[in-house]
């Protein structure tokens, strides 16, 4: 909900832009730090959800770590305040060059997904005179539930080892002299709402470490990775993702050994809810059983609902007239540019500023310049 002073100032902003409410962001870190804290959780920020410097500082400075799937999202972490002795690398397919420079900055942990990548992270720390510590990503086969495009803990995904790959990878791991083995790491899939689904993967992990500390392997690092999803649908009422509920479900169900630590990768629940993509109604056009609400805001801006069919609340901020249905598009030359079909909006017009929300994770990140549109801009509440 936004007060009717903010509204005004919008009005005065070129469209669309990104807005960020910097309290909703510093309550759900504050909220996520305590109740991870309670039982010892280490938090490694996914960069993935959303890495805007200013976002990142206030992250960083809540004592998070970072994890990463790039080299630029390496560099970018490392700039913006997280240590890199936290800092974690994860991907299928990293470059030479991407190894070289976690390498360099000797970061916590780079998961490796593969035998061949550990033949190569050897070979390169190596040639640098360095040891590299990796992790296992592992497929621990179990559902997410979610949508298909963000569903990664499968046997069918491209993510990570195989448990029949284990003992390869063990033997491997004996010969690979530039390799120290700091942790095990699962991450199952995106937008998980059903709390069971972490039960599941509490039970696996469970097995898998008990295998792997049966032939000698202790890892000091389980990381369990992010997952934890939240209400598209109540932006205002539930913008606190249930931290509590989530981390008790892991200690009350995770067995760990000696010294290892547990490792969460949130991203999505600490950034979704504090960003909403506004944008303005261009043209309302009339057609065959619907109408259509277009607004300057596409596609390539906020691709989610396109590439998942997922929801986002709209609002229309401006206008109090009665409520109609429209389908809400976008400028982009797609027909998939929509962000919602027969939406009930108060009577909507040219000119009127709506809202997208819970655009603050995935959707700057995943922005792109199709057609050649320009880029959104980004606003902070403590800016205007
Ligand atoms: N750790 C790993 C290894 C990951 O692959 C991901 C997300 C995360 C952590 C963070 O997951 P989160 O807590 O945000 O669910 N673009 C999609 C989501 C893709 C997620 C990819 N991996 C979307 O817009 O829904």
Redesign the pocket.
Known sequence: MFKPEIIEKFRQIPTPFYYYDLDVLNVTIGRSVLEAGRYGYQL?Y?L??NSNPKILKSISSAGFGA?C?SGNEVQAAIENGFPASQVMF??VGKTDHELRLALQYGIESI?VESIQEMEVINELASGMGVKARVSL?IIPNVDAHT?R??T?GLEENK?GILPWQFDAVLEKLRSLHRLELQGL?F?I????TDLGVFKSLCERVNEINAWFTEQGYLADIINV?????VDYSEPDKCSIPDFESYFRVFSDLIELEGRQKLHF??????V?QCGSLITRVLFVKEAVNTRFAIIDAGMNDL??PA??Q?YHKIENLTSKGEKRKYDVVGPVCESADCFGKAVSLPETKRGDLVAIRSAG???Q??ASRYNLRDLAGEVYSDEI
């Open positions: 490694h996914a993935k959800a994890d799937v994860a991907g998961n990503r949508h495009h963000i990664t993510f790491h991450h899939g995106s937008q998980i990775g992010g997952g934890l999803g990768e949130p991203g999505r629940a600490i979704a691709i989610r590439l998942y997922s994770a995935y959707g990140t995943m």
